[in-house]
């Protein structure tokens, strides 16, 4: 298999980021759709980003992101898992 170089580019605003502590996922027989949201401790939530993506590049990315992870923590530790408010 040949490697291909992909070159990718990333304007000064999107490199920057955007804060996230709450995801939102709905889909569609033709798409996913990934809200993250800000949290706010008054209890609002403001939807920072939308991805729309088709099922298989969901399905692409669960499996990227769980290898991602799986490295992570080989690295530097299991990630606890979040406590659910009212259960600590």
């Known amino acids: 298999m040949t490697e291909m170089k992909l070159d990718i580019?990333?304007?000064k605003d999107t490199a920057l980021g955007r804060y996230t502590n709450l995801a939102l996922i709905?889909?569609?027989k033709n798409e996913f759709i990934l809200d993250f949201a800000l949290l706010q401790p008054?209890?609002?939530a403001i939807v920072v980003s939308r991805v729309?993506?088709?099922?298989?590049?969901?399905k692409a990315l669960l499996?990227?992101?769980a290898e991602?992870?799986?490295r992570y923590e080989?690295?530097?530790g299991p990630i606890p898992e979040?406590?659910?408010?009212?259960?600590?």
């Open 9 to 11: 580019n990333i304007d």
């Open 68 to 70: 991602n992870v799986a």
């Open 26 to 28: 709905a889909h569609t």
């Open 74 to 76: 080989e690295t530097f």
């Open 42 to 44: 008054q209890g609002g």
């Open 63 to 65: 499996r990227s992101l």
């Open 82 to 88: 979040p406590v659910a408010e009212g259960q600590a």
């Open 52 to 58: 729309i993506t088709s099922p298989q590049h969901a």
